[in-house]
């Protein structure tokens, strides 16, 4: 009888399972998981210089080293100059999806359009990643419900 009453209670627990409680368990309140991601964006910006698809964004010209000899001719641009750009980009969870954006005002420019979005996207070796580490909190989600914790 106990048994019959433990399923029935999981039975009853697992009503209360949905799509949305879930997202919001696993992104809304895990600042991990989001400041891991910006990181991991910063990086691939820093240290390669590559968009979400693994694009060079572009390369300094010699011109460009004569008005500033800290960006040598030919390397790669990693849009970080003063820091306000990588410092702007932040996640915004909602219901069932995320957006990653930023401050990409440089004044008579923008870094999204002239560069694209892809600038700060999820590459495939980071949505792997990140798709990996969401399935995992949905997997405890589903646990923590069930099991009434």
Known sequence: M??????YLM???AKMLNNASAW?????DNYRLQADLINSIKDRLFKEGVDEDRRIIGTYSAFTEKLNPKKKVGTRYTLFDTGEFYSSI?????????????????GDENLFDKFGYGIIGLDENLFDWFSEEIINKYIDYVGR?????
Do not use: P, S, T
């Not at 106990?2 to 399923?7: A, R, Y």
């Not at 969870?93 to 440089?106: E, Q, R, S, T, W």
């Not at 419900?145 to 914790?149: H, K, P, S």
């Open 2 to 7: 106990k048994v019959q009453h433990e399923v």
């Open 11 to 13: 039975l009853e627990r």
């Open 24 to 28: 919001v368990y696993a992104m809304r």
């Open 90 to 106: 932040y996640i915004q969870v909602m219901n069932d999806y995320f957006l990653i954006n930023g401050d990409g005002d440089k």
């Open 145 to 149: 419900v069930l099991y009434g914790d």
